[in-house]
């Protein structure tokens, strides 16, 4: 996550946002962010699609009757609606397809808008160099960026890794982290759908759409293992295939990974995700240190102990808040309070 600043506010203190992208998880995106303690509303919206549009409006006005203003000449449908409903906002909220999130982030950065944009950033590598360079000037423009990395903002993961760069189990020397469960949804196609509509709602199993398994979901676990080891990896290696999903309904990606992955240091981090069907499920990372190892999980857990089975730490899992909130929290926050 990154936080920017940028002056403003209206005279009112009423914080405007956009939403680009109305399916479930940026209609998810946007009752989060309407759920702050911030005067927001919420005035205009763009999707490729209609009925998604629709959908996510009536959810949204439903709840937030006074928050939701959105008349019909502020909906934007088409691939270029979003240039426009960003115009309108303060803050955008990038929650379409992730292959159209570098343009859609570089246009917000021009337009001079604070940004929550979902994980992953980019599917490719000139989509994380244009990343990158709007990123650099949202920096010299002080404006506020948040990422979906919600672990970050989760209290097991904050503390326990705390704990970890603090030294309690010495230097890190290996780890393993996963994503390995039954897949996620399919969506049939249907009579008279064109190619690029159909590719556009099951965007998951299309390359330029979601740029793989390990991009879109298992980026979550590698970023732990990024965090735990404060450094990126110098190399990686690794195999995939498509060995259980292999009907057209799941497009082009695979359904399976298994990588090396070796810091600067020489630690190796092994990194497994896969979608199998019927077989056991692991979405968790664990790491062994000079001094004893870590068990972490998005459930809330988070425990530290030596190698002798003492307890060194562990995370009391009642209570916490929920990440996909907090990480709307902290942004309009610092927004309402014209920090960076």
């Excluded at 000079?290 to 730490?313: P, R």
Aim: charged content about 25%; aromatic content about 12%.
């Amino acid at each position: 996550a990154i936080a920017y600043y940028k002056r403003y506010l209206h005279s009112d203190d009423t914080i405007k946002i956009a939403l680009i992208g109305c399916g479930d998880r940026g209609t998810g995106a946007a009752y989060q962010a309407l759920s702050t303690k911030q005067n927001l509303k919420l005035v205009a919206m763009a999707d490729a699609f209609q009925d998604r549009l629709d959908n996510s409006y009536k959810v949204l006005s439903d709840k937030f009757k006074e928050k939701v203003d959105v008349p019909k000449d502020r909906m934007f449908i088409g691939f270029e609606g979003y240039k426009k409903a960003i115009a309108l906002a303060d803050v955008v909220l990038l929650v379409s397809p992730p292959g159209f999130r570098p343009s859609h982030f570089e246009e917000a950065v021009k337009q001079g808008k604070h940004v929550f944009m979902e994980k992953p950033v980019a599917v490719d590598s000139p989509g994380v160099r244009k990343v990158l360079a709007a990123a650099e000037l949202a920096k010299q423009k002080k404006l506020n960026v948040v990422v979906g990395l919600q672990r970050r903002y989760q209290s097991n993961y904050r503390e326990t890794i705390k704990r970890i760069q603090d030294g309690a189990i010495g230097d890190i020397t290996g780890g393993q982290v996963y994503w390995n469960s039954g897949g996620v949804w399919v969506r049939p196609r249907q009579a008279g759908q064109t190619e690029m509509e159909y590719q556009m709602r099951n965007w998951y199993y299309f390359n330029w759409l979601c740029g793989d398994h390990i991009v879109e979901q298992h980026v979550h676990n590698i970023d732990i293992a990024n965090w735990v080891k404060n450094a990126y990896p110098v190399s990686i290696q690794g195999t995939g295939s498509r060995a259980w999903r292999t009907g057209k309904e799941y497009g082009e990606i695979y359904d399976n990974h298994s990588l090396e992955m070796t810091y600067p240091d020489g630690t190796i981090i092994h990194s497994q995700c896969r979608h199998f069907e019927g077989i056991s499920n692991r979405v968790d990372e664990s790491f062994a240190g000079t001094k004893g190892k870590v068990y972490l999980s998005a459930d809330n857990s988070g425990e530290l102990t030596d190698y002798k089975g003492n307890k060194i730490y562990s995370h009391d899992r009642k209570g916490n808040p929920n990440p996909y909130q907090t990480e709307h929290d902290d942004l309009f926050d610092a927004i309402a309070k014209r920090e960076y």
